[in-house]
């Protein structure tokens, strides 16, 4: 067992708090990964605040994780001492059902095993990045491209996927007319991603307080959504929307801006029902989808995609004392665009 600086919640209402955490010992096909940057992601919070249920405390979390290997296993091939690489929101799988299978273990049928707050294998609960060593199995590990900045590589193991993935199934690109609601972590991706695809990218953001940033992420429009008028003007236009909101919406009006045969997708994951009617549905043969992060292999492939285009989030590095204030930010949707921990403030 490997004694780990961390930051960890302790009950659901009080402040995180500096600790230790215990990592198991390396196994033959395990890595050992020095943390440099862990991104905030909204379900670190959802989780840690127990919104999404019960979890057990402490509990550090964090799932966006860049580092460096320091160690591996007798039997790791994919990943040598000194590669720089990443681990997103799962650390196992199956393996065995056709989901794993078919390269979507993340929708494993027997359940993924969630970087944080599941039981792995050997019955222990997993603990997140927000800490200065992880280890994992080496097929849950990505590599990190050179070009990419490691805190900036940080969002894209959670919010980059999240987004790439439904955006690449429902097939953005050229000639389609995509709507992101949220302009936050997971939204100001879905933004860059989809304009690097082609896509025509509409932003709906409660207000227009981040719409210069929106354009200058290369959206063609911004729109906010707290006036009615938005929704009028908007009918009927959208082949994709791209719900990343952290709450409830009113699902009837956004789905009244979807064209015929157009999706929404949500992403966002509010504790709450969002209640369908399903009128909304019938008018232009509208879908209503979710979206689970991604599969490792489109992981590496949004991971490579992001470099080539030169795609990178915007970052605000933090050390490991502001978590707690950070927190608050991303609560009053006061976040440009992802908070990122320094983990050498924890060392
Ligand atoms: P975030 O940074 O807080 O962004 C959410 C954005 O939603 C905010 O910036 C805000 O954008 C908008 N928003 C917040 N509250 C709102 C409200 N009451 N009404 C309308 N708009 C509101 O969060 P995130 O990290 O991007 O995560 C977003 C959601 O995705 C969370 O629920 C998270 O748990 C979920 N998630 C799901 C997956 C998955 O696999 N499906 C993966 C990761 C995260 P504006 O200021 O622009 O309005
Ligand atoms: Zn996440
Ligand atoms: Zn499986």
Not at 40 to 53: A, K, M, N
Not at 73 to 82: C, D, F, L, N, T
Not at 231 to 251: C, G, K, Q, W, Y
Request: glycine letters at 10%; hydrophobic letters at 40%; charged letters at 20%.
């Amino acid at each position: 067992m490997l004694t780990v600086n961390a930051i960890a919640a302790t009950s659901a209402t009080d402040p995180l708090v500096r600790t230790t955490i215990e990592r198991r010992d390396l196994g033959a096909r395990d890595v050992l990964i020095e943390i440099r940057y862990a991104g905030i992601c909204h379900s670190d919070i959802h989780t840690v605040r127990g919104e999404w249920g019960d979890v057990s405390y402490p509990l550090t979390v964090g799932h966006e994780i860049v580092g460096v290997v320091t160690e591996v296993g007798g039997e790791v091939s994919k990943h040598a001492v000194g590669d720089r690489v990443g681990v997103g929101c799962m650390v196992n799988s199956c393996r065995e059902c056709p989901n794993c299978r078919a390269g979507q273990e993340q929708y494993c049928e027997n359940g993924n095993t969630g970087t944080y707050a599941a039981v792995d294998r050997d019955g222990t609960v997993t603990q997140g990045g927000y800490s200065t060593h992880v280890v994992v199995d080496q097929d849950f590990v990505l590599r990190v491209p050179e070009s990419i900045p490691y805190e900036a590589a940080a969002p894209l193991l959670c919010a980059g996927i999240t987004t790439y993935s439904p955006l690449a199934h429902w097939k953005a690109g050229p000639g389609t007319k995509v709507a992101v609601v949220g302009m936050g972590g997971l939204g100001h991706m879905a933004v860059k991603i989809a304009v690097a695809m082609g896509a025509d990218v509409t932003v709906l953001s409660q207000t227009l307080s981040k719409k210069d940033d929106g354009l200058g992420f290369g959206a063609e429009n911004y729109h906010a959504t707290r006036d009615e008028a938005t929704f009028e003007a908007l009918r009927n236009t959208f082949d994709l929307i791209i719900n990343t909101v952290s709450a409830p919406i009113d699902m009837a009006s956004y789905l009244g801006l979807l064209r015929l045969d157009g999706t929404l997708v949500s992403v966002g994951a509010p504790p709450e029902p969002l209640p369908v009617p399903v009128f909304a549905l019938f008018g232009n043969r509208r879908s209503f989808a979710g979206s689970g992060i991604g599969s490792i292999g489109e992981t590496q492939e949004m991971l490579d995609f992001c470099a080539e285009r030169g795609i990178a989030p915007e970052v605000e590095v933090i050390g490991a004392d502001d978590v707690n204030d950070a927190y608050e930010r991303v609560l009053r949707s006061d976040v440009r665009y992802r908070f990122v921990i320094d983990i050498d403030t924890l060392r």
